[in-house]
């Protein structure tokens, strides 16, 4: 076995001291440090989707910047670059071992990433890993501080992920509109306080769920523009102390060739490190699409419940048995993932919305930021495209339930209002609860309507869906009404 004392380490040494290093690890003294004061939740910043990649981009450009502002010589910015597209070629998950959750503002995060390149970048010199003569704060981090590094990186990697999700919830938009297409004519029975109400078409309640994920998607076009100011030069405070003015218009210009994004200064760079409100509005756009997947899969729920004893309006494709127990039970089991998914994105937005909060001139709660957000995103990104193909692509409406539910409503009473006035209507409604029947047959009863009037007024009530038929109808009933006295309740 081989003696463990035996294994080659370099010496590094910190504020705090000295420690020595496997020559084989990556990253440098600070990282090791991290580790062992923060193993809290299993995630590390590699697991955050895109964030060690904006950081290692932000420091490839930095390295450039410096070198044309003249402050870096120019083959430490070369082998600092070319370790940077090394690691975005192929990001070593153990290579950036931080826990999400560690404080000081993103610190360990960067210093993370400084050691790794500053590393390999003394590698590519010298043969050797090692501060020198590539030093991770010196050179990697020249120009910049945690302070306007970390908030950067989280909007570059926020806004791909919100890109992302973008994508996956425009598939869902394409799913319920084929669905607003084929349901169009299909009748059923609208509900308010889950109470029955006036008919609508499958179509027509399908149309507003997909103008509301519609209406979002703009949101988050929105969202994703915002994140495209950067508080680069800002450094420490926001004064720009350590950047040059050369550095602070080329970084930008360097990012943008690397990235083909349109990133900018931020315009305030105070306000950028003091304040966290973009990510309050990013969170609460997330929450709003939750909120509306999770409206949209409690409806699905509601419209599929039975087969015999619920609405059964609809039926939702069989996945999976839904029971232990019960043979032949099958459970919407789609939705009801989605909804989880939802309730996840709601408390995340709670956590992000307390830690926005920050003090003084600097927000340090970051990390928990990106998490929470970066997890919103993610498990939505993921389980809409299930929900798309394992629920609302397959839905399939009850036509003969929907038609029935229609035409059996007491709220139908509500044209009898239109042409005759609500005491009138409510009677006929008061008559046909009671009696147990029709609104047709009650109002033929009351005496209200003769047989004939009230097949040809109740005899399609998929009119009563379209406000110009409906309209029109109301409007012949009317005239026919003025011409007779009915009968006062």
Request: hydrophobic share 45%.
């Given at each position: 076995?081989?003696?463990?004392?035996?294994?080659?380490?370099?010496?590094?040494?910190?504020?705090?001291?000295?420690?020595?290093?496997?020559?084989?690890?990556?990253?440098?003294?600070?990282?090791?440090?991290?580790?062992?004061?923060?193993?809290?939740?299993?995630?590390?910043?590699?697991?955050?989707?895109?964030?060690?990649?904006?950081?290692?981009?932000?420091?490839?450009?930095?390295?450039?910047?410096?070198?044309?502002?003249?402050?870096?010589?120019?083959?430490?910015?070369?082998?600092?670059?070319?370790?940077?597209?090394?690691?975005?070629?192929?990001?070593?998950?153990?290579?950036?071992?931080?826990?999400?959750?560690?404080?000081?503002?993103?610190?360990?995060?960067?210093?993370?990433?400084?050691?790794?390149?500053?590393?390999?970048?003394?590698?590519?010199?010298?043969?050797?890993?090692?501060?020198?003569?590539?030093?991770?704060?010196?050179?990697?981090?020249?120009?910049?501080?945690?302070?306007?590094?970390?908030?950067?990186?989280?909007?570059?990697?926020?806004?791909?992920?919100?890109?992302?999700?973008?994508?996956a919830l425009g598939h869902l938009v394409d799913a319920l509109t084929e669905k607003e297409r084929v349901f169009a004519s299909t009748v059923k029975l609208a509900r308010t306080c889950l109470q029955d109400a006036l008919p609508i078409t499958f179509g027509q309640q399908f149309s507003g769920y997909r103008s509301a994920l519609e209406r979002q998607l703009r949101d988050l076009c929105v969202l994703e523009t915002s994140c495209?100011?950067?508080?680069?030069?800002?450094?420490?405070?926001?004064?720009?102390?350590?950047?040059?003015?050369?550095?602070?218009?080329?970084?930008?210009?360097?990012?943008?060739?690397?990235?083909?994004?349109?990133?900018?200064?931020?315009?305030?760079?105070?306000?950028?490190?003091?304040?966290?409100?973009?990510?309050?509005?990013?969170?609460?756009?997330?929450?709003?699409?939750?909120?509306?997947?999770?409206?949209?899969?409690?409806?699905?729920?509601?419209?599929?419940?039975?087969?015999?004893?619920?609405?059964?309006?609809?039926?939702?494709?069989?996945?999976?048995?839904?029971?232990?127990?019960?043979?032949?039970?099958?459970?919407?089991?789609?939705?009801?993932?989605?909804?989880?998914?939802?309730?996840?994105?709601?408390?995340?937005?709670?956590?992000?919305?307390?830690?926005?909060?920050?003090?003084?001139?600097?927000?340090?709660?970051?990390?928990?930021?990106?998490?929470?957000?970066?997890?919103?995103?993610?498990?939505?990104?993921?389980?809409?495209?299930?929900?798309?193909?394992?629920?609302?692509?397959?839905?399939?409406?009850?036509?003969?339930?929907?038609?029935?539910?229609?035409?059996?409503?007491?709220?139908?009473?509500?044209?009898?209002?239109?042409?005759?006035?609500?005491?009138?209507?409510?009677?006929?409604?008061?008559?046909?609860?009671?009696?147990?029947?029709?609104?047709?047959?009650?109002?033929?009863?009351?005496?209200?309507?003769?047989?004939?009037?009230?097949?040809?007024?109740?005899?399609?009530?998929?009119?009563?869906?379209?406000?110009?038929?409906?309209?029109?109808?109301?409007?012949?009933?009317?005239?026919?009404?003025?011409?007779?006295?009915?009968?006062?309740?």
């Open positions: 076995m081989e003696d463990k004392l035996a294994v080659s380490t370099r010496r590094e040494e910190d504020a705090l001291g000295v420690r020595f290093i496997p020559d084989d690890t990556a990253y440098g003294i600070q990282t090791v440090r991290a580790v062992e004061n923060f193993s809290i939740s299993g995630r590390t910043i590699a697991d955050i989707e895109g964030f060690v990649p904006a950081i290692i981009i932000i420091k490839q450009a930095a390295a450039k910047a410096n070198s044309r502002a003249g402050e870096l010589d120019p083959a430490i910015a070369e082998a600092i670059m070319t370790a940077a597209s090394e690691q975005l070629a192929n990001v070593v998950v153990g290579s950036y071992p931080v826990d999400i959750y560690h404080g000081g503002g993103g610190t360990a995060a960067n210093m993370n990433v400084n050691e790794v390149l500053a590393n390999r970048a003394s590698e590519i010199l010298t043969g050797r890993k090692g501060p020198y003569p590539v030093h991770p704060n010196t050179h990697v981090n020249m120009s910049q501080s945690t302070n306007d590094v970390i908030p950067a990186a989280m909007k570059m990697a926020v806004g791909a992920e919100l890109g992302s999700l973008r994508a495209l100011g950067l508080p680069l030069g800002a450094t420490a405070v926001g004064t720009g102390f350590g950047a040059s003015a050369g550095y602070r218009q080329f970084v930008f210009e360097d990012l943008c060739a690397l990235t083909g994004k349109n990133y900018h200064a931020e315009e305030n760079l105070f306000d950028a490190l003091q304040n966290a409100d973009h990510w309050i509005r990013v969170s609460g756009g997330l929450k709003a699409i939750a909120i509306t997947l999770s409206k949209l899969s409690s409806d699905l729920r509601l419209m599929s419940s039975g087969p015999r004893a619920g609405l059964a309006e609809i039926t939702l494709p069989a996945v999976q048995p839904g029971s232990s127990i019960m043979p032949g039970k099958v459970n919407p089991v789609m939705p009801e993932m989605m909804m989880q998914v939802a309730f996840r994105v709601v408390g995340n937005d709670a956590t992000v919305t307390r830690a926005a909060e920050g003090e003084l001139d600097l927000n340090v709660w970051e990390s928990i930021i990106l998490e929470a957000v970066s997890e919103s995103i993610r498990l939505m990104h993921r389980a809409v495209p299930l929900f798309v193909s394992g629920c609302v692509a397959g839905i399939e409406v009850n036509d003969a339930r929907g038609h029935a539910d229609a035409s059996g409503s007491i709220a139908l009473s509500a044209a009898l209002a239109a042409i005759y006035g609500y005491s009138a209507a409510s009677a006929v409604a008061k008559h046909a609860a009671t009696r147990g029947i029709s609104v047709s047959l009650a109002a033929v009863e009351y005496g209200l309507m003769n047989q004939t009037d009230a097949d040809a007024l109740f005899a399609d009530v998929s009119v009563f869906a379209n406000a110009e038929l409906s309209e029109r109808s109301i409007a012949e009933f009317r005239k026919a009404a003025s011409l007779t006295s009915p009968p006062q309740p």
